[in-house]
T-cell receptor, first 109, second 115 residues
């Protein structure tokens, strides 16, 4: 089955700085890669996703890049704000979602 | 419109008790998924329905876990003879398309604590 690894497990940045979270996957059949944000005690919320026929996707301060050859994808958040503080999960889909173990992002004011 | 809802939000069970967790997906969503999320971990797939058909139950940890979606809408996850290792948040998600992958919308989860 698919194996998704996510790094780092924790990330602390100063407000206004950029944050990058990286994920690798093992199954070359995976073709959909969503990113979810989960605040403490709340439901995971989709923030951005990318399909395997696209290399990069951007939505305001958030971008995702995908390297199919290397089997890795990354989340980039620019101009971070304190409200970006949360746990972020990547996932890869090859018939079902496989989630990474999460990155706890702390944005310091 | 209304999102995915789950009930109860919190459940405390004594070891050995049976529990039933309910999921109301977004109206019209064909696909429904159950996940188990242990503390500090990502969600782990349990089972998947397309309408009333359970197409994948490979993630169910044991035969104590059973899920159903008899009319293709509301789903129930049942855990028999609960054990302490069953303590986790159980998340339900639904998606519009009958053909994954598609965007999954999550419910708030049910936090199960087994004493």
């Amino acid at each position: 089955g698919e194996n998704v690894e996510q790094h780092p497990s924790t990330l602390s940045v100063q407000e206004g700085d950029s944050a990058v979270i990286k994920c690798t996957y093992s199954d070359s059949a995976s073709n959909y890669f969503p990113w979810y944000k989960q605040e403490l005690g709340k439901r995971p919320q989709l923030i951005i996703d990318i399909r395997s026929n696209v290399g990069e996707k951007k939505d305001q301060r958030i971008a995702v890049t995908l390297n199919k050859t290397a089997k890795h994808f990354s989340l980039h958040i620019t101009e971070t704000q304190p409200e970006d503080s949360a746990v972020y999960f990547c996932a890869a889909d090859s018939s079902k979602f496989y989630f990474g173990s999460g990155t706890k992002l702390n944005v310091k004011p | 419109g209304a999102g995915v809802s789950q009930s109860p939000r919190y459940k405390v069970a004594k070891r050995g008790q049976d529990v039933a967790l309910r999921c109301d997906p977004i109206s019209g969503h064909v696909s429904l998924f159950w996940y188990q999320q242990a503390l500090g971990q990502g969600p782990e797939f349990l089972t998947y329905f397309q309408n009333e058909a359970q197409l994948d139950k490979s993630g169910l940890p044991s035969d104590r876990f059973f899920a159903e979606r008899p009319e293709g809408s509301v789903s129930t996850l049942k855990i028999q003879r609960t054990q302490q290792e069953d303590s986790a948040v159980y998340l339900c998600a639904s998606s519009l398309s009958p053909h994954p992958p598609d965007t999954q919308y999550f419910g708030p989860g049910t936090r199960l604590t087994v004493l």
